[in-house]
């Protein structure tokens, strides 16, 4: 019986993960639950934002279904106690390099996009973001200059090993979708780009039939107001990808439609799936939040992780049924909470 690893974590995270478990219990797929404490729920009940025990179910598990940490009451704790440690721990202890963001627009989302919807129509794309190196793991801290003064630093690097592995998956996508691939990146100012720039023209070489297109992330976040049906497949590094995932999103109707998978291999083994969000301290407990980007990812966990396309597919399609329906959380200018959403989707896999 496959084992998914459930890590709500804080804020919004209890909620929308309760809804994608819903959606997953009721296909009665024969799958194994079991909690783990995560982020500030995890420091306040365990004493760590990633506790060992939590460590160890995500280890053990076939899939991860993450909700989200973040707590302003936890910003002033030293940096290693702070509940983002945890999603950047998972992804680094369990070698999750590979993030899959898919954004494409929901028929019937057209007027929720910030874009005019003859631009937002033609968005079905995917943010292939590396998720392991650059800038978030880097050396970090902050010290003294010469004239006294304090200077924060963080390091961005990314060794050639790192950026292959990423530009593979990249070209291995573009090739089962419309062989088309972005690489997005700063090689005009920075060496860590140059360096990601000659490693992907070097891995093109293996993909000749995939157009490669290199694009500055400061143009590519213009573009993607501009003309976002010209993308299929971006790949890029990790702090670029994090802040141009949520642009997409915004390009399709809500944060709150944006669903992840975070893989070490390209298919078929463990990954972490979680909605592109964080923990929006700003809704918490109102029950304001959608759900549908963490049933999404329940759907990519079902795909990716458990051989499982079928029930993904149902449920991707009464996420669609819902939102075709008129189905509107507030974030997409409606009425419904969290669960009256979840009950939407729900009604939609009968
Ligand atoms: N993977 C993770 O666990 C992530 C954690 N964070 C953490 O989350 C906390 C809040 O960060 P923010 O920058 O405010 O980003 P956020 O994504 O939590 O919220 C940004 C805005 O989007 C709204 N929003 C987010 N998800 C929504 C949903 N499902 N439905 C409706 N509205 C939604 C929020 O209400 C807020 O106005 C911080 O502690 C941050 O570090 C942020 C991003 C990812
Ligand atoms: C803690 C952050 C790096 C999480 C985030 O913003 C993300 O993964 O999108
Ligand atoms: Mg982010």
Known sequence: MPLVAILAGDGIGPEVTAEARRVLEALDLGIDFEEGLVGGAGYRGAGHPLPPATLDLAKR????????????????LERAMRPEQAILGLRKELGLFANLRPATLFEGLED?????????????????????????????????????????????????AEVRRIAIVGFEMAMRRKKRLHSVDKANVLETSQLWRDVVNEVATGYPEVALIHMYADNAAMQLVRHPGQFDVMVTGN?????LSDLASMCV????????????????????????????????????ANPCAAILSAAML?????????????????????????????????????????????????
């Open 302 to 350: 079902l795909r990716h992780s458990l051989d499982m396309p079928e029930p993904a597919d149902r449920i991707e399609t009464a996420v669609a049924a819902a939102i075709a329906g008129g189905a509107r959380t507030p974030d997409l200018g409606g009425t419904l909470s969290t669960s009256a959403m979840g009950d939407a989707v729900l009604a939609g896999l009968a």
């Open 61 to 76: 598990a076939d899939g991860v279904l993450f909700g989200a940490v973040g707590d302003p009451a936890c910003d002033a």
């Open 112 to 160: 929720a996009a910030a874009l005019r919807p003859d631009v937002a129509r033609d968005i079905d794309m995917v943010i292939l973001r590396e998720l392991t190196g650059d800038v978030y793991f880097g050396e970090k801290g902050l010290r003294t200059t010469g004239e006294g003064l304090r200077q924060g630093y963080d390091v961005m690097a990314y060794d050639e």
């Open 253 to 288: 109707g809500s944060i709150g439609m944006l669903p992840s998978a975070a893989l070490r291999e390209w298919a078929g083994a463990c990954g972490l799936y979680e909605p592109i969000h964080g923990s929006a301290p700003d809704i918490a407990g109102q029950g304001k």
């Open 239 to 243: 702090m670029f990808g994090d802040i």
